[in-house]
């Protein structure tokens, strides 16, 4: 991907370009090929493939009956360590990267997901399957730098890295064991993770594992085009991808041209008029200037059996600097949020402001109707300066 490839930050997030460390990046400045291969990763000759190649792409377990209970848990774990560790002997990353991102129809919800190839830059090796059409925007956006909206929340993505043996949890290591696996060797284990909207990097289950061990099949296949300066996008903008043709209880791989999914952009929360009205008549006086912006908080909460990033909704009087409203919510319901925290500044500060500032995207879009209701200005601001005063302090308490 343009910028670097996405590796897990601090947070457990997948960062991507100049938003990862730089040890984490998979590429320098990750160019659009012009020989073949994108700069700053290594060229290398045709990939030596495995025999018979039918036999990674339709494993023999792709036949067993549903309902097999732990026997077919038990497979799909070895289906998945089995492509991992055929994938870590290619090296694909040599050859393959941010243009080379394609597409894998999943043979069981028959969604297209997205993979990319991580480790041009030799440090952070893995593969990344962006999970349907929100996934797939959230690649497409991060492809061209663009960091997507509610990215810091979290990703819609399946994550298979090489690591070393003490990044891989104790009870993955005794699975890997337990099903005959051996790895070895620096970056040699695969650390598999599921990443959600909304919620900290888990481990995967069954069905997570099936789908990501499909598309790390399709990998090996994908990696013999790469090595032949295919290209991977089309004069009308569209992507190469795997598509599963099933016919007398097997499955067949053929080759389609797939649109990439554009990012969706939600409406704004709907708000209580009644309410903005009695607000207006309560506070009439017009006074000064207001802050506002929703961020990610750099600390996980677990509420009820699920871990997640927190969002911190907060209002800043322009000229003191006082904070007039802070809330902590899930991120699911942040922009609502943000539209109650405003109607309370309000109040708490005995006027309402003539400007409000925001910063651009998500936020500015919320409350852009309410502002409207309200009968106060809303401007677009890059980093308003005491918003970002007031953030970096609570970041500061949260950390300690």
Known sequence: MPGGTQSPDGNGRLVHGEHAPEELRSSTGSTRRSDGASMGRMKRSKPKLPASLEKVVRPE????????????????????????????????????????????????????????????????????????????????????GIEPEGFRYGQQALLVSFVDRGEVSKRERERMKELGFSFRGRNGWPNCESHGTNRVPRSLDVQEAERLACAL???????????????????????????????????????????????????????????????????????????????????????????HFPAICIFVDANSGVVLHMDVVHPSVRLAAMQEGLLKAIQHRGARPNAVHVGPGEVERTLAPLATALGIRLKTCDQPPALEQARFAIEDSLLR
């Open 61 to 144: 377990i792709d036949e067993l009956a549903p309902g097999a209970g732990l026997a077919m848990e038990r497979a799909v774990w070895t289906r998945l360590y089995r492509a991992a560790q055929l994938v870590r002997e290619q090296e694909p990353w040599h050859l393959m990267g941010d243009s080379e991102r394609f597409g894998v129809v999943d043979p069981v919800s028959g969604e297209t997901d997205w993979g990319v190839v991580m480790g041009g830059g030799g440090e952070f090796l893995g593969f990344g399957l962006y999970v349907g059409d929100e996934g797939g925007a959230q690649l497409e956006q991060l492809s061209h």
């Open 217 to 307: 099949e399709q990998v090996l296949p994908v990696l013999e085009l790469a090595s032949g300066n295919f290209e991977f996008e089309n004069e009308r903008g569209e992507r190469y991808t795997r598509r599963p043709t099933q016919a007398s209880g097997s499955i067949t791989w053929t080759e389609a041209w797939v649109t990439p999914p554009k990012p969706r952009i939600p409406p704004a929360p709907e708000f209580d008029r009644g309410r903005v009205r009695e607000v207006v008549a309560q506070v009439p006086a017009l006074r000064g200037v207001l802050e506002c912006g929703c961020f990610a908080v750099p600390a996980t909460i677990d509420e009820e059996g699920e871990r």
